[in-house]
């Protein structure tokens, strides 16, 4: 019996450390899926702070462009107020006949803007850029665009060149000049 016993104690000794190697490799098993789960976790939190600021920003250009719409709709509204409705019937004709016209007329027109690049561009012999004809035109202009279609105009008539990005008068003989006006 004594030798049964220690077969059966050896027995154990051998199934405890068998069960104790099985239980370390578990539990480095459990520990890695425990750092990957808290990892996984830790970038779930950011994913999930990343989209709620996302969603702040898009509630804030909402708000924005629900709010320019509804400007857009105010000066419509004011705009459509302030205008006053025309009659829909026909204004009648005086039988008289025209009406006189006022005694004094003005002295000079005002000139256009395409007249007032043209001066400015006769003035300068050399000529000039289109910042420098900015600088002597935007308070006449009420938009910088406008100025560069009007000198495209010129320069598509050919009444101006361009050199080295400077806009000048383009000169055109007096035979040239006669023959344009017989044409017309």
Known sequence: MAQDQTALLEELRTRQQAAQARLQEATQTFQAAQAAHNSAQA??????????????????????YAAVLAEDAERKQAAEKEQMQL???PIPTPLDGPPSLPESIPAAEPK???DIIRELLRQSSHGMTPMEIWSHVQDQFKYRAYMYSVLKRLTDREELCVRRGKYSIRI??????????TIQ
């Open 112 to 114: 256009s803007k395409t």
């Open 172 to 181: 055109v003989p007096q035979e040239a000049k006669e023959e344009t006006a």
């Open 43 to 64: 970038a779930f939190q950011k994913a999930q702070q990343a989209l709620g600021i996302a969603q702040q920003q898009a509630h804030g250009w909402n708000t924005a």
């Open 87 to 89: 009659p829909n019937t």
